[in-house]
């Protein structure tokens, strides 16, 4: 699921919020959402992605 547009950072972010969740007993697919959501929220914040985040 990580975007093209996403930094090795960012993908390791987004492995490492995908796998925590999955330890907390999150199904697959609900972590995968929950930890792309988290990434782009971040990219967003950071001025990275295209529009902002508040």
């Known amino acids: 699921m990580p975007q093209q547009a996403w930094s090795k950072k960012r993908e390791r972010q987004y492995e490492h919020i995908k796998d925590g969740l999955r330890e ?27 529009t902002s985040s508040p």
Do not use: L, P, Q
Not at 24 to 50: F, H, L, P, Q, W
């Open 24 to 50: 907390r007993g999150e199904s697959t697919d609900k972590a995968e959402e929950i930890a792309a959501r988290t990434v782009n929220k971040e990219r967003a914040r950071s001025g990275e992605a295209k």
